[in-house]
């Protein structure tokens, strides 16, 4: 791999693993399978990274004529999807998101009789393919619109984060216990910095498009 193939790797990887988040997802997802039996949680985990990919994969291969069908320019596009994803940073850092997430798993858990497949809802979206991932994918190919090898690198990485996921996700049982709060919150402030960073490039980007453009 060249170095600058490797750097759209290690930018994508980064962008993508903070914002979908496979580490925060996995307590959520036991919180919602809690009381499942294995094959249910299997399944859930399969379906659930399954339809969330394909959302990605159309949003990544169709979102600028999805974009260019309701006039919204690129620029205007990397702009608001930066200020989103510094959003999302700052919620990561200051722990609003994962309240937000506990709540919301919460309530679900409440209505476990009448909602026991959370694999469209709200697995694979919003917390698999939520705002924020289809914003990433869309800029990350964005950004390598003219590579065809570079674009092959960031599907590739998308799949290796979901992999991810779904691995997680599969393991949760046994991995329920050694996941500790105290653990998943440095992780989630930590990558929540470096996410913060990413989206005022992102922003940086889409006024220098728009300026130049």
């Given at each position: 791999?060249?170095?600058?193939?490797?750097?759209?790797?290690?930018?994508?990887?980064?962008?993508?693993?903070v914002?979908?988040?496979?580490?925060g997802?996995l307590p959520?997802?036991?919180?919602?399978?809690?009381?499942s039996?294995?094959?249910?949680?299997?399944?859930?985990?399969?379906k659930?990274?399954?339809?969330g990919?394909?959302i990605?994969?159309?949003?990544?291969?169709?979102?600028?004529?999805?974009?260019?069908?309701?006039?919204?320019?690129?620029?205007a596009?990397?702009?608001?999807?930066?200020?989103m994803?510094?959003?999302?940073?700052?919620?990561m850092?200051?722990?609003?998101?994962?309240?937000?997430?506990?709540?919301?798993?919460?309530e679900?858990k409440?209505a476990?009789?009448?909602?026991?497949d959370?694999?469209?809802f709200?697995?694979?979206?919003p917390l698999?393919?939520?705002?924020?991932?289809?914003?990433?994918?869309?800029?990350?190919?964005s950004?390598?619109k003219?590579?065809?090898?570079?674009?092959?690198?960031?599907?590739?990485v998308l799949?290796?984060?979901?992999?991810?996921?779904?691995?997680?996700f599969?393991?949760?049982?046994?991995l329920?216990?050694?996941?500790?709060?105290?653990?998943?919150?440095?992780?989630?402030?930590?990558?929540?910095?470096?996410?913060a960073?990413?989206?005022?490039?992102?922003?940086?980007?889409?006024?220098?498009?728009?300026?130049?453009?």
């Amino acid at each position: 791999m060249t170095p600058a193939l490797f750097d759209i790797a290690l930018t994508a990887f980064v962008t993508l693993f903070v914002i979908i988040d496979p580490l925060g997802l996995l307590p959520i997802f036991i919180g919602l399978t809690q009381g499942s039996n294995a094959a249910h949680k299997r399944r859930m985990a399969l379906k659930g990274t399954l339809i969330g990919g394909c959302i990605l994969v159309f949003f990544a291969l169709f979102g600028d004529r999805f974009l260019d069908l309701l006039g919204v320019s690129l620029s205007a596009f990397r702009i608001s999807g930066g200020v989103m994803l510094f959003i999302i940073a700052l919620e990561m850092v200051f722990d609003k998101r994962t309240q937000r997430r506990e709540h919301n798993a919460g309530e679900l858990k409440g209505a476990k009789k009448t909602h026991e497949d959370i694999s469209v809802f709200p697995l694979a979206i919003p917390l698999i393919s939520g705002p924020g991932a289809i914003a990433s994918v869309m800029l990350l190919m964005s950004a390598n619109k003219n590579d065809l090898l570079a674009q092959g690198v960031v599907f590739a990485v998308l799949a290796g984060v979901l992999g991810l996921c779904l691995i997680l996700f599969l393991l949760a049982g046994r991995l329920e216990k050694l996941v500790g709060d105290t653990i998943t919150h440095v992780i989630s402030r930590v990558l929540g910095i470096v996410l913060a960073a990413l989206a005022v490039q992102y922003i940086l980007d889409g006024l220098k498009i728009g300026l130049l453009g």
